[in-house]
């Protein structure tokens, strides 16, 4: 299979072009930037073009057997409010259209856990835990409203075209490891109802983002891709009780388990994430 990735330059980008090669595909690596160690493979393509740029994505994505898009801004820190919306938003409008064009069926995006509202949220509300794909929306800062709107777009392209697969990804602060985390975590402990101590494994976001094309999923679906244990070492019933009294506690919920579920994930995709709940 071909495979056409946006933000290939990124960190996630750069693990999904690995992965690929590795099981025997070709990508296109697209980027606004030039990868900061460039790779020479027979299989590899780089293009330096702008999400923003639809008539560059077109013709990036010639030949195409599948998309995966990653290019966004993560996260609304550094940049102004509707710099962030409208570029996350537009981005997203033209990988998909521009995949469409081509006839690329097989799309997977990345959203985030915060698409309901919860790391830039004033105050993140919860209805329960642990937290699916069910759950409700509450977005209100720029890159939560821009990745809710990102996945509306999925839902608009399935009702329109016939045969599509696009897998939404809720991905967690993607790093390398779990140790990672937990040392951050250590001071943030002031602000534990917006991150809940979860996390994903980089090699294992770009497992998901290669079984989401792989797999023949029907229209469009949103996944949860987080690690399925904490990287805080108490109990998790214990944090809820302290930080989210009030929350209701869906099923077992015991030892270290993630404040969001996969389950999804690891049913329709066959996806796991190593982790010890």
């Known amino acids: 299979m071909k495979i056409a ?164 990804l809720r991905f967690h602060w993607v790093l390398p490891d779990r140790e990672y985390a937990a040392e951050h975590y250590k001071n943030l402990s002031w602000t534990p109802q917006k991150h809940l101590w979860a996390y994903t494994r980089r090699d294992c976001a770009a497992e998901a983002c290669l079984l989401s094309v792989k797999t023949d999923l029907k229209g469009h679906e949103v996944f949860y891709i987080v690690a399925p244990d904490t990287a805080f070492d108490r109990p998790s019933r214990d944090l809820a009780a302290e930080f989210m009294p009030g929350v209701e506690i869906r099923g077992d919920f015991a030892g270290r388990a993630s404040f969001m579920t996969s389950a999804k994930a690891e049913r329709m995709l066959g996806w796991v994430h190593p982790g010890n709940p």
């Open 5 to 168: 990735v946006t933000g290939g330059s990124g960190g996630i980008g750069r693990a999904i072009t690995d992965r690929a090669l590795e099981q025997g595909h070709a990508v296109v690596s697209i980027d606004r930037v030039d990868p900061k160690e460039s790779v020479s493979h027979p299989d590899l393509t780089y293009i330096k073009a702008e999400a923003s740029d639809y008539d560059a994505l077109v013709a990036a994505f010639a030949g195409c057997d599948a998309m995966i898009h990653m290019a966004a801004i993560p996260h609304p820190m550094n940049d102004p409010n509707h710099i962030v919306h409208n570029n996350n938003v537009v981005g997203s409008y033209n990988a998909l259209r521009a995949a469409v064009e081509n006839s690329i069926m097989r799309i997977c995006q990345a959203s985030s856990v915060n698409a309901i509202g919860q790391a830039y949220s004033r105050e993140p509300r919860y209805d329960y835990f642990p937290i699916d794909e069910d759950h409700p929306n509450y977005a209100e800062d720029p890159y939560s409203l821009s990745k809710w709107i990102c996945e509306q777009q999925a839902d608009a392209f399935a009702r329109r075209y016939e045969g599509i697969s696009i897998a939404s």
